[in-house]
């Protein structure tokens, strides 16, 4: 206040008519000729809100009624020109709180008691006017904002609830009826309330359609004082009690947390991702792309995503892109997808990137998961350098065992040669006692012999040298063949060798070498096995595999020892005869049939004999 | 087969070589011998024999070399070359079947049928004259 009151400017009053004037709670205000007020009584604090020394000297208008609603309320302004009628005028004015309330004027001018002063008599009519309003609204939208999925509050001019659904009063925990009358303010966070008052002021004052989600994230605050994320859209509806602004409030709560489980998840992923549109912008990325790739995400957002690339790349790229696009689905890692990314520095490093498309109400996006595969491929070009080293020490291996053997067999060749010349007797004759002897030494030459083969067969078996070219094999001829080669070692014992072969060929894709070399090893065991009886070998169709089977008559293998059977070295003990053999014959045979895809099944009972069947494919 | 032959031994080994020279002669055969492929093509040259048994890993001119020398010889179109081998590497097998030799022997030999088996190479004669 500049200036103090001026007496001579106020109508001199009667004692009564002051305490009138006091206890009136109506808001009593005289106004001189340019509206500024001169009088302002204890109803018109009550009413909105300003100390009388707070009012005098202003401007009505401007303390009333401020912004856009001022030329309205001018308009209205009484008898400055004369006019001597009273009038009334109705608007909504603002409180020292910032609070809205409709207020109904009565207005005199009088010219007696000076030049335009005038006196109003205003009353607050807010709470009739908002049930008077309720009462129209609800009888003409109360079906329809019943009806409707969100909360729908109906907010008038002064900012308080008019009218309020049901899905509204649950969703702020409200009795039904209660959000009646209730600021709207009360709806959200107190912290953020002087800021929606004055948007609220804003929003009326230029009021438009405004849809859902399109603001900043927005807080509700429930009766409780629970906070949870809303959507609001609101629009204007002028009604003939004034202009009415509905809101649409949908809880976002789930769709929040679902938005933000998503991004914990992307988060959390140990992956690079990249999510792009479908022009190929990058829409979202988390942290580890930033690590990786050295921009930060708020640099990526909207770039193209052959930033990532190096510019080589980049056009193939937007052609790759696209004809995904096209056709999208999920691509994992390492189908054949490897690219180079480039570091925003300039760096390429090596990646592998699996795609998956995710269809939103957006558009097709797609997410890329990129890993960096420095590391791996670094370990990758150790390994094929070390399989290098371990191919180069396999080979000098077996050129050191062929040499071995070679060296083994020279001397060999000498013991069984002239051990083999002396049992023909050429230098002539001998005792039983040397030809005993002599045969014993053999013995051990062929045994020795044996042993050098089978490791021989071994090494080349174990490291891979073997391989079998499978082609059309007659399997009665291999089993024709095995069977010559053990036939004298059969009739030697006593014991009757026979083939079982069908009429027809039976023609499997084998190798007929390793076949034979099987059939061979298992109708020699058979034979070394059995004293008295027979060896058979049978060879049958069966369903979609062929079955050579050899059987004996021999002693049988126990239970137990039967998992020993195909390992190398674990001859088994049989009786206390010694027999020849390397214990290498059935492993050689196990590796030779899983070589032409098949196996080899035992049978046996101790004492009646065994069957060895080998079990090929049979087409 | 009682009919004397005319055997050419290539070996370097000198035991393996007394072995197949006593078993040959002691059939009645008459037998030659060279320690290396080079002595080997020349004795060949020189005696023009039957048969040619060659090993195959020997100093100096190995037995591939010594097939090649007697094959390129067209005075030696008749002469038998078998190899006497150990298949002690992986590929020795097709390779031998590959160069072209008249037929092989395994070591170690077996006495009692080795002499039969050498008889019936001769007999044979050259597997595919002398293409």
């Known amino acids: 206040m500049s200036q103090g009151p001026l007496p001579t400017r106020r109508p001199r009053l009667q004692p009564v008519e002051d305490a009138l004037l006091a206890l009136n709670p109506d808001a009593l205000i005289v106004t001189d000729p340019l509206t500024r007020i001169v009088h302002w009584n204890a109803g018109a604090e009550a009413v909105f809100g300003h100390r009388e020394q707070d009012a005098l000297e202003r401007p009505l208008v401007e303390l009333l009624f401020p912004g856009d609603r001022a030329r309205e309320v001018e308009r209205a302004l009484p008898g400055t020109r004369g006019c001597a009628a009273d009038s009334r005028l109705e608007a909504v004015a603002l409180r020292a709180d910032g609070s809205l309330i409709h207020v109904d004027f009565v207005t005199r ?69 209660e959000l009646q009358g209730v600021p709207v303010d009360a709806l959200v966070p107190h912290r953020v309330r002087e800021v929606h008052v004055g948007r609220r002021a804003g929003y009326v004052n230029q009021p438009r359609v405004r849809a859902m989600g399109g603001g900043a994230e927005l807080l509700g605050r429930r009766k409780s004082g629970e906070e949870f994320p809303v959507e609001v859209s609101l629009s204007p509806l002028r009604t003939d009690d004034g202009l009415v602004v509905i809101s649409a409030v949908r809880d976002v709560s789930d769709r929040l947390n679902a938005t933000r489980r998503f991004r914990a998840l992307l988060e959390a992923a140990p992956d690079a991702i990249v999510i792009t549109d479908s022009q190929g912008r990058i829409v979202l990325a988390n942290s580890q792309t930033d690590s990786l790739f050295g921009y930060s995400r708020e640099e990526l957002i909207g770039q193209k995503v052959e930033v990532l690339l ?68 670094a370990v990758q070009r150790r390994l094929e350098e070390q399989n290098l080293e371990l191919a180069r020490a396999s080979e000098a291996k077996t050129n050191f065992l062929a040499g071995m053997s070679h060296e083994l067999r020279t001397p060999l060749n000498a013991i069984i040669g002239f051990t083999g010349t002396l049992l023909m007797r050429l230098p002539g004759p001998l005792t039983d006692e040397q030809e005993k002897q002599l045969k014993t030494v053999q013995w051990a030459g062929h045994h020795l012999l044996a042993l050098i083969n089978d490791l021989l067969d071994l090494t080349r078996i174990e490291s891979g040298e073997t391989h079998v070219d499978l082609a059309p094999v007659d399997g009665s001829e291999a089993a024709l063949e095995a069977g010559t080669q053990v036939r004298s070692q059969a009739e030697e014992k006593g014991l009757e060798l026979e083939l079982d072969l069908p009429e027809t060929p039976v023609v499997i894709r084998s190798e007929r070498r390793a076949l034979t070399q099987v059939l061979m090893n298992l109708l020699a065991n058979a034979v070394k096995y059995t004293e008295t009886g027979r060896v058979r070998l049978r060879l049958r169709r069966v369903d979609d595999t062929v079955r050579f089977e050899v059987q004996d008559t021999g002693i049988g293998i126990r239970r137990e020892d039967r998992q020993r059977l195909f390992k190398a070295f674990s001859r088994l003990e049989r009786g206390n005869e010694k027999r020849p053999g390397t214990g290498l014959g059935l492993y050689l045979s196990g590796r030779l049939a899983a070589l032409l895809g098949g196996r080899i099944d035992v049978h046996s009972r101790v004492g009646v004999g065994s069957t060895f069947t080998l079990v090929l494919p049979g087409a | 087969m009682s009919e004397m032959a005319r055997i050419l031994l290539v070996e370097d080994n000198p035991t393996n070589l007394e072995l197949m020279r006593y078993l040959l002669t002691h059939h009645g055969h008459h037998v030659e011998s060279a320690q290396n492929g080079e002595d080997g093509v020349r004795l060949a040259r020189q005696l023009r024999p039957d048969i040619v048994l060659c090993d195959l890993r020997m100093p100096y001119l190995d037995g591939y070399g010594l097939l090649k020398r007697v094959r390129a010889d067209r005075g030696l179109d008749e002469v038998v070359v078998i190899a006497v081998t150990a298949y002690s590497m992986p590929d020795d097998r097709k390779r031998v079947a590959a160069a072209g030799f008249d037929g092989h022997l395994t070591k170690p030999i077996a006495p009692e049928s080795v002499v039969g088996q050498v008889e019936g190479f001769i007999a044979a004669g050259r597997r595919n004259g002398s293409g």
């Open chain 1, 109 to 177: 001018a009088f010219q007696g008691t000076g030049p335009g002063h005038v006196l109003w008599v205003g009353r607050d009519v807010t709470q009739p006017r908002l049930t008077q309003a309720a009462r129209h609204l609800e009888a003409r939208y109360g079906e329809l904002l019943e009806s409707t999925p969100d909360g729908m509050l109906l907010v008038g001019e002064t900012g308080h609830i008019v009218l309020a659904n049901g899905n509204a009063e649950r969703m702020f925990g409200y009795d039904p009826g």
């Open chain 1, 310 to 377: 190096p510019d080589r790349l980049r056009g193939t790229h937007v052609a790759h892109r696209e004809g995904y696009a096209a056709y999208p689905k999920f691509r994992a890692m390492g189908a054949g997808l490897e690219l180079f990314a480039r570091h925003r520095d300039g760096r390429e490093f090596p990646v592998e990137v699996s795609l998956s498309p995710i269809s939103t109400k957006e558009g097709m996006l797609t997410s890329a998961a990129i890993r960096d595969i420095t590391e791996r491929k």
